[in-house]
């Protein structure tokens, strides 16, 4: 259903742009830059979140499990010989709902798509603070610095180990 929302908000961008075009309406800069900006954030984030039903199937298909998703929560691309998508996301298992870690390799024109890494970082304590919460602001709030703080302790704890690995795999010539 995502998909299909951001393409009606793609056409409906578009035939505001040009019906504003027509009728001479004039932002003061280059509109055409600015659509093309909107369109390539929403394709990025349908990109997104195709990876992230990619790698939820594949998982579910090696494991016998029946992940579903949520939402993504975070992502970065990195343009590798295609592309590399690094996901945080929210998969429910009846019901519960845990965050986890996705990265997916893709090149397109190849019809190639690769779990590259996909790996349970914690439960989503989203569910639980939601309870606490009794107005719709103060609860996205602490979801969101909930979920925050548990992403920045999961990249640091990457970080880390990333240097680790970098640090013993180089010896000094002296």
């Known amino acids: 259903m995502a998909p299909r929302r951001a393409a009606l908000f793609a056409a409906a961008l578009l035939l505001a742009s040009a019906a504003a075009a027509v009728s001479g309406f004039h932002l003061g800069g280059d509109e055409s830059g600015l659509v093309r900006g909107v369109l390539a954030a929403l394709r990025e984030r349908a990109e997104a979140e195709d990876a992230a039903r990619f790698a939820i199937a594949h998982h579910n298909r090696n494991q016998g499990a029946a992940l579903e998703l949520t939402r993504v929560l975070k992502s970065k691309r990195q343009v590798v010989t ?6 945080v996301l929210e998969a429910a298992d009846a019901g519960k709902k845990s965050l986890y870690r996705a990265k997916v390799w893709v090149k397109p024109w190849e019809d190639f798509k ?5 790996r349970l970082v914690g439960d989503s304590e989203v569910e639980s ?16 610095v909930s979920l925050e703080a548990d992403i920045a ?3 640091a704890r990457l970080h880390t180990v990333e240097n680790e690995g970098l640090s013993n795999g180089f010896t000094s010539s002296s």
């Open 153 to 155: 302790q999961e990249e």
């Open 114 to 118: 690769s779990v590259v890494e996909f």
């Open 82 to 87: 295609g592309t590399l998508h690094d996901l």
């Open 129 to 144: 603070e939601l309870s606490v919460a009794s107005d719709g602001s103060s609860v996205q709030a602490i979801a969101k």
